[in-house]
């Protein structure tokens, strides 16, 4: 991935045209990367030369077909395959998708609760247990409330 | 073309400011009316009239008015011929068929209670959602959320100057009001200051595996139903998430004839009353019953008594031995009128 982003920027870095930080990263890449050193001295050279170009036009009007031969030389890059970039299409879609899964995903209680209404003595006497430990008297109306809807 | 993106990004910018602005102030406001209305309930104990209105699973609701008043140190509530009273002694039900009385046998503090206003702040998500006239002044409706499922949604109608809460709602998942209790008539009784400690960090940590997230141990005890001779022993853990309490009591009984002490045989079920679940759970051939208070969901509170259930955790307080014996009244003001 880098060398394809190194590689398309050597005809900027070869004529001065890139900015700092980037010139450095990519000179530092070329550097340590046997592949693109091999396009960077394509790419050096083919600069050279088209530098040298307005003096030797016209001293040397065959240079253009020599030029021309020498580009055709340089292998093209190739085109990404349509499958990829299906795959990675599919594949960030999906990506995106469990993340919003996992962020707004709210498990549902499958098994619906019976809840009974009837309040038996011994829940009534749990209650009681529940506000005498938590000190908690709020609860109390359930309490009340329950010994008059029997 | 260049002017008119600046101008469009400064508006933006400018919109957004404000919204950041405005939400920000509304929930400080919010959280400040809080931290009002915890004080004063930390200090004050309210007295008089309160309109109650209650929703039964079966989707009717019940109203009445009920009477608080401070006697003997304790809360008595009355409304019609029932009565309950609860204080630091015990707690009655006194109705005219019979009288229920349960008190505290041992009460422990955990040490690592961090305090209900800070798992407050941790656990729910407030917002002044508008205004309502009572008591002939404009008072904020805060939204209490939780974070967390399983819990029902709270709105508190404020006074702004003491903080009191006059009015509190509790909203069930489909926005129906599941509790409702109003104050008609209050006055204010002067709270006895509890000696507050800052205590170390340590705590039960199996126990609180099976509370819902949020909850937090706060006490261990052993509480006795003193309804009739057979007398069932709860073992409880009560547990907070700053706003509600949530008990776990495991009871010990063998088959009784007093109709408070006759637990279920076994399996699971649910009982609830307004914003208050009451679930149970027993395995086979097991003599121990888990039953958990709260008002929380009913699947909440029957997930947690079937996990009580199948773990068995061990509620007492040498299990982790980070807790604080709370000293108990000798006598039993309960009962006398």
């Known amino acids: 991935m880098i060398c394809k982003w190194v590689q398309r920027l050597t005809p900027r870095l070869a004529v001065g045209g890139l900015t700092f930080p980037f010139s ?35 001293r040397r009007p065959e240079l253009w077909s020599e030029i021309e031969k020498r580009l055709v030389a340089v292998p093209a890059a190739r085109a990404r395959p349509i499958w990829q970039t299906v795959t990675a299409g599919a594949l960030g879609t999906l990506a995106v998708g469990l993340i919003v899964l996992i962020l707004w995903h709210r498990p549902v209680d499958r098994e619906p609760v019976p809840i009974s209404t009837k309040m038996d003595p011994f829940f009534q006497a749990m209650i009681q247990h529940h506000i005498t430990l938590s000190g908690d008297p709020s609860v109390a109306l359930a309490l009340v409330t329950a010994r008059q809807t029997r | 073309m260049r002017r008119f993106f600046y101008a469009s990004a400064g508006l933006a910018l400018v919109i957004v400011l404000s919204a950041v602005a405005y939400w920000w102030r509304d929930a400080h406001f919010a959280w400040s009316v809080i931290d009002k209305s915890l004080r004063v309930q930390e200090e004050w104990r309210p007295a008089g009239k309160v309109r109650w209105l209650i929703r039964l699973p079966d989707g009717t609701t019940r109203s009445g008015v009920a009477e ?25 039900l006194r109705s005219p068929q019979y009288s229920l009385t349960s008190r505290p046998l041992e009460s422990h503090q955990m040490k690592d209670f961090p305090g209900s206003a800070r798992l407050l702040r941790s656990n729910y998500r407030v917002a002044h959602v508008g205004s309502r006239r009572a008591g002939g002044k404009i008072c904020p409706v805060i939204s209490v959320a939780p974070v967390n499922r399983g819990l029902y949604v709270r709105r508190l109608t404020v006074d ?7 009015q509190s709602e509790v909203v069930g998942s489909g926005g129906e009001v599941l509790q409702r209790l109003e104050w008609l008539t209050v006055t204010f009784i002067a709270r006895r200051q509890e000696r507050r400690e800052r205590l170390p960090q340590a705590g039960d940590r199996r126990l609180e595996r099976i509370l819902p997230p949020g909850f937090r141990l706060q006490k ?11 007398g069932t022993v709860a073992h409880a853990a009560v547990a907070s998430d700053g706003m509600v309490g949530l008990t776990l009591l495991q009871v010990q009984q063998e088959d009784s004839a007093c109709p408070f002490c006759r637990a279920p045989k076994e399996g699971s079920g649910v009982v609830q009353a307004g914003s208050l679940s009451v679930a149970w759970s027993r395995m086979k051939r097991s003599t121990a019953l888990w039953v958990v208070v709260g008002e929380v969901t009913p699947s909440l509170a029957l997930r947690v008594a079937k996990s009580a259930c199948a773990t068995q955790p061990a509620l007492s307080e040498r299990q982790g031995g980070a807790t604080v014996p709370i000293a108990l009244p000798s006598s039993l003001p309960v009962g006398r009128r």
Do not use: N, Y
């Open chain 1, 24 to 58: 450095l990263l990519a000179r530092r890449h070329i550097s340590r990367c046997p592949d693109c050193q091999v396009v960077w001295e394509k790419e050096e050279k083919l600069t050279a030369l088209l530098r040298q170009a307005g003096e030797l036009r016209l």
């Open chain 2, 68 to 92: 608080v008043a401070l006697r003997d140190s304790g809360l008595v509530m009355k409304t019609g011929a029932v009565e309950v009273f609860c204080s630091a002694s015990g707690c009655q």
């Open chain 2, 160 to 166: 702004p100057d003491t903080g009191f809460v006059i």
């Open chain 2, 220 to 230: 261990i005890g052993v509480s006795q139903c003193q309804c009739c001779s057979c």
